[in-house]
């Protein structure tokens, strides 16, 4: 993959196939991103170290742990990384947000609002 550097680095974190696919097809209508998409919690934390993002879009519930470790993790070691939480956990939306989430979306229903949110931040 080539990286082109003017572009905002989006790092997608999320386990379930269909829904990683559904992000990467609406994300790619976004001219001015380079997006990464990982399965698991491991390898989205190996990968923000490595190349921090501009943002990371995180599910909470990982195959391999906890995505609030993740949000934890990005907050502290990487303050400028925004993170939107994706997530069917709803019940979840103050703790993420007092963790220092930049936004929380409803998988259930809110793809639109979240593509509306990062075209705001990709321009």
């Known amino acids: 993959m080539v990286i082109d550097h003017n572009k905002m680095k989006l790092l997608v974190i999320e386990d379930s196939p269909e829904v990683r696919q559904?992000?990467?097809q609406m994300l790619a209508a976004l001219p001015k991103l380079?997006?990464?998409?990982?399965?698991?919690?491991?390898a989205?934390?190996?990968?923000l170290r490595e190349d921090p993002p501009d943002l990371v879009i995180l599910d909470l519930q990982l195959a391999d742990g906890d995505g609030m470790k993740m949000l934890r993790i990005a907050k502290r070691e990487f303050p400028a990384t925004r993170v939107f939480v994706l997530t069917n956990h709803v019940f979840r939306r103050q703790l993420c947000l007092k963790e220092g989430?930049?936004?929380f979306f409803d998988k259930s229903m809110e793809f639109g609002v979240l593509l509306e949110a990062v075209k705001g931040l990709a321009r």
Not at 44 to 47: A, D, Q
């Open 22 to 24: 559904r992000l990467c």
């Open 34 to 42: 380079n997006v990464v998409a990982i399965a698991t919690l491991a």
């Open 44 to 47: 989205g934390l190996e990968k």
């Open 101 to 103: 989430a930049d936004r």
